[in-house]
């Protein structure tokens, strides 16, 4: 079992930026590919980005790709989503995932989440 807790989320107004952070505790964090996804009201969860298990690449999607930034460290069990120029439309609840295979931006192949964290974009 991992356990993961999502921290750091807000109210940011558009241009700014956030940072969110996922503990993780239980299981070795460094055999799992992380990833963050997100969602909004009314909508599907979505595929944010994700890291390999030893932070040696990373994947975004493309409606973020340039503005958000994922890193890891294993040595505290910890995965960060570095958020900038913060839209409105990037609203939504933040959740941290883990998967024990290759990334992924598949919602289903994540084993392991969070409860989320809301970041809010006022406009």
């Known amino acids: 079992q991992v356990q993961l807790v999502e921290s750091g989320g807000g109210l940011v107004q558009a241009g700014d930026s956030l940072r969110v952070s996922c503990a993780a505790s239980?299981?070795?964090?460094?055999?799992?590919?992380m990833g963050w996804f997100r969602q909004a009201p009314g909508k599907e969860r979505e595929f944010v980005a994700a890291?390999?298990?030893?932070?040696?690449?990373?994947y975004y999607a493309d409606s973020v790709k340039g503005r958000f930034t994922i890193s890891r460290d294993n040595a505290k069990n910890t995965v960060d989503l570095q958020m900038n120029s913060l839209k409105p439309e990037d609203t939504a609840v933040y959740y941290c995932?883990?998967?024990?295979?290759?990334?992924?931006?598949?919602?289903?192949?994540?084993?392991?989440w969070g409860q989320g964290t809301q970041v809010t974009v006022s406009s």
């Open positions: 995932a883990c998967r024990s295979g290759l990334s992924s931006n598949i919602r289903r192949e994540y084993e392991y």
């Open positions: 239980g299981r070795t964090f460094n055999g799992y590919t």
């Open positions: 890291i390999t298990w030893n932070g040696g690449r990373t």
